[in-house]
């Protein structure tokens, strides 16, 4: 039988509306990581380009290179701030990762037992403030209502539109149906638009600020209980989130936690954490 002859197919290449080279993209790779840690993979260059071409129509821009040549300029800075807003990734949801929160409530309770009237949480990578507030409600949960210590929880995140979002607090009736049973009536007020909005005595708990995690320094100046920085370390590379995990030392008190992602692990970081439950880290003790 006679071999068939191979056949060469020519390179697809997809019609976009904007230019958008591998050089585009290389650099847009080094503006994410230099500002946000984020690495970003090869795989991720449609993904890119879907996250940012509303805003080379916004400004009007013939290309990708022009977009990216306008964030090195100075008249870009501005944009940067919608630039890393793009690109960050916010999915989360009210009471995620459940098993953390009994872990949580009974690391408060041991606080308050031993003497503690304050109790200090902060969320490291708040988002549109589901985390926050499912902190918030279960740290109220653990205490009888005339038996409560002072809460304050400190939400961060990179992104200044999700930030507005938790401050309103306001959510759609599909995402607070994810609360445990009796909850949203208790800690939300139903809207006339069908939304519900979380009650001032909640929102009150919580202060919501931007945060570079991977900025040299942090505008923190004091200690918490429990640091939940969970989901966001897995978009660093390793120099950037032992960076990031040496940081959190000084600002947990001797016997806070840590909660981690569920697939995040930092045994490399022994020397500063180790692990206490699943996917919760404490203090490690420092060597002589």
């Known amino acids: 039988m006679d071999k068939l002859p191979a056949i060469h197919l020519p390179k697809i290449e997809f019609n976009r509306e904007f230019s958008f080279s591998e050089a585009d993209f290389e650099r847009i790779r080094k503006l994410i990581y230099r500002e946000a840690g984020i690495a970003l993979n090869p795989s991720k260059k449609d993904m890119v380009y879907g ?8 400004l009007k821009l013939a290309s ?15 944009e940067f701030e919608q630039f890393v807003n793009a690109l960050t990734t916010n999915l989360t949801f009210f009471f995620r990762e459940e098993h953390h929160f009994p872990l949580l409530a009974e690391q408060l309770k041991q606080r308050v037992a031993a003497g503690e009237r304050e109790l200090t949480i902060w969320c490291a990578a708040a988002s549109t403030g ?14 009888p209502m005339g038996a ?36 949203a009536g208790k800690y939300f ?16 708990l919580i202060t919501f600020q931007r945060l570079n995690l991977v900025d040299t320094t942090w505008a923190v100046r004091r200690s ?9 370390m897995i978009y660093f590379d390793r120099e950037t989130q032992f960076s ?34 699943k996917t919760v880290y404490e203090l490690a003790k420092r060597p002589a």
């Open 64 to 78: 990708f290179a022009a977009y990216v040549d306008l964030l090195e300029s100075y008249t870009g800075k501005r």
């Open 130 to 143: 589901e985390e926050p507030y499912s902190l918030a409600i279960a740290a109220l949960e653990a205490f």
């Open 51 to 58: 996250r940012l071409v509303r805003r080379i129509r916004e």
């Open 189 to 204: 007020d139903k809207l006339p638009d069908g939304s519900f909005q979380a009650k001032p005595a909640l929102r009150s």
């Open 244 to 277: 990031v995990l040496k940081k959190f030392v000084p600002l947990l008190k001797p016997d806070g936690l840590l909660f981690v992602g569920h697939s995040e692990n930092f045994f490399f970081a022994s020397d500063y954490f180790r692990l206490r439950g």
């Open 148 to 183: 409560r210590p002072t809460i304050s929880i400190l939400a961060t995140d990179l992104d200044t539109h999700v930030l507005e979002i938790g401050r309103k607090g306001v959510y759609s009736a599909d995402k607070v149906a994810r609360l445990p049973a009796g909850h």
């Open 224 to 232: 918490f209980d429990a640091v939940f920085c969970r989901n966001v």
